[in-house]
């Protein structure tokens, strides 16, 4: 049995002792497994609020550093399990829907669904632009199912 965490999102809070640059301390990461070994990755680039993950990576055979990774929850869908008051007024109401991205640093940030009443799609919207969140709330989001679907070419929906 492997002293290494499985794979999924980590937030750093060493620097890796081989590769201190390429994964510094308060980093986002993503640790997974191939032919080759266990790894660690930084993001490469984000789209829809989402990270998106390739080569280079580093491996990840240093059990005691591993077991300094901060676990975080995976990127999706959410509900709020309070209300959230913003600054300037304004608030996000408890159960609303929210997405939940992360910056380079690995702290969690909300993006809050909107619906576009001028649009004639029955559909949600998520801003890029989202509030950055303590850990408390982070780990107390709650795990909110959507069927993740594509449109074909012929223009039906696949589920």
Known sequence: ??????PGLYRTTLAHPLAPREIPASALVYVGTSPEGDFVVRPHHNENNRWFWHA????????EWARTLMVLPIEG?????????????????ANALVQLGYDGEGHGILFIAERRANREENALFFSDRGLRIADALLKRLRWAAILPISDSPDGHTRH
Do not use: K, N, V
Not at 1 to 6: A, G, I, Q, V, Y
Not at 79 to 89: K, M, S
């Open 1 to 6: 049995m492997s002293d290494l965490p499985p």
């Open 77 to 93: 869908f959410y509900t709020l399990p309070e209300a959230i008051e913003l600054e300037g007024g304004g608030r996000w109401l």
């Open 56 to 63: 280079p990576t580093t491996p990840l055979d240093d059990a």
